[in-house]
């Protein structure tokens, strides 16, 4: 095996458990959705993206306008146009798999993409390699939950919480890594209004638009402080 493609199998065990636990999930909850094996691999090759394919199952569910669907992609994974500016200079010269690169840049991908030093790395190889064997993880797992979720006999109600609490848990470990706390508690505020304002059926959309443009402002405000 060539040092680039062990070095990125080797960096990406680390990501494999995570992957399985909220790949199972995903494929659970879709399960129970009514959605069998098919819907869970597609959506696992083809949209691979967490948080957006757990609100998918519920947009699906609900049978949610296409407006409405292409409206909470652009939210929920807006991030990702920051990682694609941050990116740039790491991928320009890619040849090979640069649009799968792409397509497959993770979070997690990202973390260690930005923090592997590439000294005696082929690179496209590297990059290639990650981003597949990530994937891989993260299909095997909504995979495997389709099938448990047929076999394994429990109560699966609530299952659909588990990415809420995902985001609960990444909120408080950035809440205890930064000082600065003003963007989280702007974001609450903001939540708070847009559910008393909307109400809980249609806030969703419209807080994390005001969100973005808090953090825009605030963003900005603290460049020019």
Request: contains cysteine; neutral net charge.
């Amino acid at each position: 095996m060539r040092p680039s493609i062990k070095t990125a199998l080797r960096d990406s065990l680390v990501i494999l458990p995570g992957y399985l636990v909220l790949g199972i999930g995903f494929g659970v909850l879709m399960d129970t959705k009514g959605f069998g094996l098919l819907h869970s691999f597609l959506m696992a090759v083809f949209i691979y993206a967490g948080s957006m394919q757990y609100v998918g199952v519920e947009l699906l569910a609900s049978a949610a306008s296409y407006l409405t669907v292409f409206i909470m992609t652009i939210m929920v994974n807006i991030r990702h146009l920051f990682y694609g500016i941050g990116m740039l200079d790491k991928y320009k010269d890619l040849k090979k798999h640069k649009l799968y690169d792409i397509f497959a840049l993770t979070d997690e991908t990202f973390s260690i993409v930005c923090n592997r030093k590439m000294s005696g790395l082929n690179k496209e190889d590297y990059y290639f390699y990650l981003s597949l064997f990530n994937h891989c993880y993260w299909i095997t797992g909504c995979v495997l939950g389709s099938i448990l979720g047929d076999v394994l006999p429990f109560d699966f109600r609530g299952i659909e919480f588990s990415m809420t609490v995902l985001f609960i848990v990444i909120v408080i470990d950035q809440w205890e890594k930064n000082k600065d706390h003003t963007p989280v508690i702007l974001s609450f505020i903001a939540s708070i209004v847009c559910l008393i304002y909307f109400g809980r059926d249609n806030f969703l959309i419209p807080s994390m638009a005001l969100i973005i443009v808090i953090l825009f402002i605030v963003r900005k405000v603290g460049h020019h402080a």
